[in-house]
C-alpha cells in the first residue's frame, strides 16, 4: 500500500513521491488528511531561506505541512480516546510518549519532542496520510468543517498573544498585519469581547475580509499613519492590547507608540535579528511586552472556541488548490502573493 506525498528534496525543489503509508501501533493513529493550509514557514522552507534550515534544524528531504485537518482511518492497538471516523486536528509538535516526563504526562517538557513538518520533522501533512499520536490530538466538534479544522494551527499561535490578558468592557484591540495570524487574532479579539478592534494593514481587499470576520475599523498603513489612526480612535488613549504579526522592526516601533498607559503588546512574529525598540515608551507607560507562540492545549481550546463562535474564520482562505496542483503555490508564490491571506490544499 502506497501514498502521495509532497516533499522538499532541496531548496527550491519539491516532488511528489510515492511512499510507504504508514502504519498505526501503539498510541499512534493513522489519519487520512483532508486539508492543508500553506503557511509563510511553509515557503521559507520550500525556498530554503527559513532561520531553520540555516540553524540546521530542518534537513532535506523534508515533508513539510503542519496546518491540516483528518479523519482517523486507523488506530493503533493502545489508542483509547479515539476511534475511525473521528474528525481531528493536532498539537503543531510531538513528544515521544516514552521518555520520563512523556509519562508523567507533561509532553511539553519532553526533549525528544519533534515539530510536524518543521523543526526536527515529524512526517508533515502535504501527504494523503499521516501519523499521528492520540496524545496530541484533538476532536473537531460537529459544526467546525475541515476548512476551520485547518485554521486551527495558526490560530492556536495566536491564542497565545491573550494569555494572561483580561478583556474589560470598553477595550480596544489593534492588530498589526493581516496574514492568517493577524486575522486570527482579530476574529479571537471579537469572540473575547474586545468593544473595538482595529486591523492595521496594506492592502484593502484585505482589510475588507478582516471586516468579515470582526474588525470594527480598518486602516491601510500605506494611507495613513497607523499610530495616529489608533490614538484617534481611541479619544488619545491607545489601543489596551497591541498584537504585531508582521515581523517588522518598524511595525513593531508603531505597537509602542499606539499602546495604552499600562497596556500590553503581544508579540506573534519573528524578526530574525537584533531590533532596536523604544524601551522608553515601554518605561513611561508601564506597558507589558509579552512574546506570543504556539503551545500544547491550545488546538483543543481552539476548537471549542470555533464550535461557539457564529462569526466563521474561513473567509480568510482566499485559494483553493488540489493536492495534485498544489506544487504550483509554490513555484508561482509570485501570482499569489499580493492576494492570498491562506492558500487551502484540499485532498479528496
Ligand atoms: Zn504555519
Ligand atoms: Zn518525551
Not at 532535506?60 to 496546518?67: I, T, W
Not at 479579539?189 to 496594506?202: C, E, Q, R
Not at 471586516?211 to 494611507?223: L, T
Request: proline letters at 4%; one cysteine or more; charged letters at 25%.
Amino acid at each position: 500500500m502506497t501514498m502521495k506525498s509532497l516533499t522538499v528534496m532541496e531548496p527550491g525543489r519539491a516532488e511528489f513521491l510515492q511512499e510507504e503509508k504508514p502504519k498505526a501501533t501503539g498510541r499512534m493513529m493513522l489519519v487520512k488528511v483532508k486539508r492543508t493550509g500553506i503557511c509563510a514557514t511553509d515557503f521559507s522552507i520550500y525556498t530554503g531561506e527559513s532561520s531553520f534550515v540555516k540553524s540546521g534544524q530542518i534537513k532535506y528531504p523534508v515533508r513539510f505541512g503542519h496546518e491540516w485537518s483528518g479523519i482517523v482511518e486507523a488506530v493503533g492497538e493502545d489508542v483509547k480516546d479515539f476511534k475511525v471516523g473521528d474528525r481531528i486536528v493536532s498539537d503543531s509538535g510531538f513528544a515521544c510518549g516514552e521518555c520520563e516526563v512523556c509519562k508523567a504526562g507533561d509532553y511539553a517538557a519532553c526533549r525528544n519532542d519533534r515539530s510536524v513538518g518543521t523543526v526536527n520533522a515529524w512526517p508533515g501533512s502535504f501527504a494523503e496520510y499521516m501519523l499521528v499520536p492520540e496524545y496530541h490530538a484533538y476532536k473537531l466538534p460537529d459544526n467546525v468543517s475541515y476548512d476551520e479544522g485547518a485554521l486551527v494551527e495558526p490560530t492556536a499561535v495566536s491564542l497565545d498573544a491573550f494569555t494572561n490578558f483580561e478583556m474589560k468592557p470598553g477595550m480596544t484591540v489593534a492588530v498589526i498585519g493581516v496574514g492568517a495570524i493577524g486575522m486570527s487574532a482579530i476574529w479571537l479579539a471579537k469572540y473575547f469581547g474586545a468593544d473595538k478592534v482595529i486591523a492595521i494593514g496594506l492592502r484593502d481587499a484585505k482589510l475588507e475580509i478582516a471586516k468579515q470576520i470582526g474588525a470594527d475599523n480598518v486602516v491601510n498603513s500605506r494611507e495613513v499613519d497607523p499610530v495616529e489612526a489608533v490614538l484617534k480612535a481611541t479619544g488619545g488613549k491607545g489601543a489596551d492590547l497591541v498584537i504585531e504579526t508582521t515581523g517588522y522592526e518598524s511595525a513593531l516601533v508603531q505597537a509602542f507608540k499606539m499602546t495604552i498607559h499600562t497596556g500590553r503588546i503581544s508579540i506573534v512574529s519573528f524578526y530574525e535579528k537584533d531590533i532596536t525598540i523604544p524601551m522608553d515608551d515601554v518605561v513611561h507607560r508601564k506597558i507589558t511586552i509579552r512574546g506570543a507562540a504556539g503551545q500544547y492545549q491550545n488546538p483543543g481550546r481552539v476548537c471549542e472556541i470555533m464550535g461557539k463562535n457564529p462569526v466563521k474564520l474561513t473567509p480568510i482562505i482566499t485559494h483553493r488548490l488540489p493536492f495534485h496542483e498544489c506544487l504550483d503555490a509554490f513555484e508561482n508564490e509570485k501570482e499569489y502573493h499580493n492576494t492570498k491571506i491562506k492558500v487551502m490544499v484540499e485532498f479528496e
